[in-house]
């Protein structure tokens, strides 16, 4: 009896990964442009780009939970319980990584 060898590359489909991506750094941007804009009157420590930081950040957590979503997705990629089961938990990384980004953006600013 000989062993062999299942292993397969599965090869990344670049459009639905850039999807991925922008529609995840999407979402973070227009959460950040929310509560950025609801800041009146900044504090004076902070400085004059004080939300350059969280604009960079949160977008960048966004599209790194993105590129997680796709990943995931595709390496569960049959029908069935194992599908939705995949698509549960690239939502809990995605949101764990955005709240993340907002934590790491923010601190120092609006979250001491």
């Known amino acids: 009896m000989s062993r062999g060898n299942h292993l397969t590359m599965q090869s990344i489909n670049a459009v639905s990964l850039t999807k991925n991506v922008l529609v995840g750094a999407g979402i973070a941007l227009a959460a950040i442009i929310f509560f950025l804009l609801q800041v009146k009157h900044p504090n004076p420590e902070w400085g004059q780009f004080w939300m350059v930081r969280p604009m960079i950040i949160v977008p960048l957590a966004g599209a790194t939970g993105g590129a997680c979503f796709y990943f995931l997705n595709n390496a569960f990629s049959e029908k069935g319980w194992r599908k939705t089961l ?17 934590v790491l953006g923010l601190a120092g600013t609006l979250w001491n």
């Open 86 to 102: 995949a698509f549960i938990v690239s939502v809990i990384v995605y949101v764990v990584g955005f709240w993340m980004g907002f």
